[in-house]
Structure formats: C-alpha cells, structure tokens
C-alpha cells in the first residue's frame, strides 16, 4: 500500500500568514493527489485534486505543486476559516490513502 | 442542493453484522462511483471502499477486505455498506462520499455521516 506522510503534524500560524504544508507518498503516484480541509465538526471539503487544480469555488490563496513522491499544499494569506486539519489523498493506486493530517493552529 | 444522508449506525457487539445506508438526492446517482471513508474518534480519515457507477467496479480497504461489502441500489438512489464480523477497530463515524467525475478518486463531495460504535 502507499503511505502518505504529512509534515509538520501541527503547525501554529497567525492571521496573513504564508504557510506551506507538505505530503510525500512512499512511492510514486505521479500527479494523483488531492487535498482537503476539515474544520472541527465538520465534513471535510476538497481544495486540490491532480495535485495542483483549484476546485471549483476554492478561494486562490490556496495552491498545490509537485509531483512523484513529494508535493506541498500552499495558503499564501491565512484566513481564521482556515484554521483547521488538512489531509493529503493519494488516488493513484488502490486502496486509497490518506496522509495523517497537519492541524493548523492560530498562534 | 447535493446532499448525502447516511444512517444505520449505532452500537453493535463485537462479531455481530451492521448495514448503512446513504441516501443520496440533488444528482443523477447512476453516474457517480462512490465511496464510504471512516473517521475514528480523534483520528484521521481512513478510506474504506469504493463502488463504481455500474455496480461492478469494488475496492476494499485492507483493515475490512472479506468483512465489508459496498453495494448501491441505482433506482432508489441509495450507497449500502454492508459491515460482518465487526471489531472494536471499526468504531468510527462513516462517511458516504461521492467520486468527482473528473476521477471517481477525488472525493468531491461529502454527507455529514452516521456513527458505529462496537462494544460489549
């Protein structure tokens, strides 16, 4: 199976703040990965998909790059919406699998 | 609007057999793989299996290969996951959630889910 690994687990971040939050799977899945954003009680909502196409109505603060093994989930100036966990998701190969998570604090 | 409405969770003993229900309304069902994805309490999502538009097309997740079987009945716009042989492991709130048709992997959009507790 492939495992996703996220990084950091936890990061502490203030209001405009530029943070970067990485994924890398054990091996490669080419462009096939997706991010989403789960705030706490919630469903969690698709950002991301093909590691760098903005869903449709995701605000362009938010980005995706890479490829291979390693990408990054990009939020150029926080917003307190955004204060939440963020899972990574492999689509390449089955079974489906998610990274761990990254939960973003305000400082 | 697009909505996905699971029920059917509860508590469940270890070993004995649950059935969820996702009834799903707002899109043309027959169209869409779907996908029903776990969350322990406190834990990280978990994909469990995926069934493609024509009912042909499952996939498991290995911690519930050979216990859970994911069906869809197209006419009444419903997802099922039938779950045997549970154990204290599949305590979990479950989430039915639909495959993007841009690729059935991307989970576009979510229900709010129904929770299964397995105890004695």
């Known amino acids: 199976d492939i495992q996703m690994t996220q990084s950091p687990s936890t990061l502490s971040a203030s209001v405009g703040d530029r943070v970067t939050i990485t994924c890398r799977a054990s091996?490669?899945?080419?462009?096939?990965l997706a991010w989403y954003r789960q705030k706490p009680g919630e469903a969690p909502k698709l950002l991301v998909y093909r590691a760098s196409t903005l869903e449709s109505g995701v605000p362009s603060r938010f980005s995706g790059s890479g490829s291979g093994t390693d990408f990054r989930l990009t939020i150029s100036s926080l917003q307190t919406d955004d204060f939440a966990t963020y899972y990574c998701?492999?689509?390449?190969?089955?079974?489906?699998?998610f990274g761990q998570g990254t939960r973003l604090d305000i400082k | 609007q697009v909505q996905l409405v699971a029920s059917g969770g509860g508590v469940v003993q270890p070993g004995r057999s649950l059935r969820l229900s996702c009834e799903v309304s707002?899109?043309?069902?027959?169209?869409?793989?779907m996908h029903w994805v776990r969350q322990a309490p406190g834990k990280g999502l978990e994909w469990v299996a995926f069934i493609g538009s024509d009912e042909r097309n499952e996939h498991y997740g290995d911690s519930v290969k050979g216990r859970f079987t994911i069906s869809r009945d197209n006419s009444k716009n419903t997802l099922y996951l039938e779950m045997n042989s549970v154990r204290a492991e599949d305590t979990a709130l479950y989430s039915c959630?639909?495959?993007?048709?841009?690729?059935?992997?991307?989970?576009?959009?979510w229900g709010q889910g129904t929770t299964v507790s397995v105890s004695s």
């Open positions: 707002g899109f043309t069902f027959s169209k869409y793989g």
């Open positions: 959630v639909r495959g993007s048709q841009v690729d059935h992997g991307i989970m576009d959009v």
């Open positions: 091996q490669s899945i080419d462009i096939w």
């Open positions: 998701q492999q689509y390449n190969y089955y079974p489906y699998t």
